[in-house]
């Protein structure tokens, strides 16, 4: 079972008997103890440079998984919540996107509410408001923002195979579609975006969890050292 499993199982358990401790006085001690919880050792995720993001954005540009791409390395979205969304939460006149559902693959159904649990405004950089802007404009009578080849919602699996081989033709690493998020906050930071800015940008509860989309972190602060001075 794989480590991250265990800790699921235990999350689990630990709170079924601090329900049967606290509401149903079943036991005076919880057999689950926090020193217990199994640590995860997590690895980096792969992610792209801003200029491999844009080599492979001007690439697929007019693939049919182009607006879940380009969605994804410019705005940051799930890949469960561009699978859901829809043209109608694509405000152009504010230049936001509305996060308000998402594809759960373990019911088969989309649901009302993203991971978050809260829905989210997702600002669109100009060039992606443009490019879903001409997408809109010749979008026949489809509901989805970023559908199927024959329309419809646009399945994981294809989104995840045809990502591989478009990566291979843009002659960039391969990269899954959650690495797309990773390589979004690659992109807002290069122009300038602060952790916090970079936290509301992808929905994140925390600022811990945030910490896990700033790559080279030993790179930036040598880039740094070397434009520090005494003040004008």
Request: some cysteine; glycine content about 6%; proline content about 6%.
């Amino acid at each position: 079972m794989k480590a991250q499993s265990i800790l699921h199982v235990f999350n689990i358990l630990n709170q079924c008997f601090k329900d049967a401790i606290e509401y149903y006085g079943y036991l005076q001690k919880s057999p689950v103890l926090k020193q217990d919880r199994p640590k995860i050792h997590r690895v980096e995720r792969s992610y792209l440079t801003p200029e491999d993001s844009w080599k492979l954005l001007e690439h697929c540009k007019d693939h049919y998984l182009a607006p879940a791409i380009w969605i994804s390395v410019l705005s940051g979205l799930r890949p469960s919540e561009i699978q859901a969304l829809q043209w109608r939460a694509v405000d152009f006149d504010k230049g936001q996107i509305l996060v308000c559902a998402a594809y759960k693959r373990t019911i088969g159904k989309i649901e009302p509410y993203p991971k978050q649990k809260d829905w989210l405004m997702v600002p669109m950089p100009g060039v992606l408001m443009d490019f879903l802007l001409d997408r809109f404009k010749h979008r026949f009578p489809m509901a989805f923002t970023a559908p199927a080849f024959r329309g419809g919602m646009l399945e994981y699996k294809k989104l995840h195979g045809g990502l591989r081989k478009l990566c291979d033709q843009a002659g960039v690493k391969r990269v899954s579609p959650h690495e797309l998020r990773h390589s979004c906050s690659e992109i807002w930071f290069r122009w300038g975006a602060s952790l916090e800015d970079i936290r509301r940008l992808l929905g994140h509860k925390s600022a811990e969890t945030t910490q896990r989309y700033v790559h080279r972190t030993d790179d930036r602060l040598q880039s740094l050292a070397k434009v520090i001075g005494r003040p004008s």
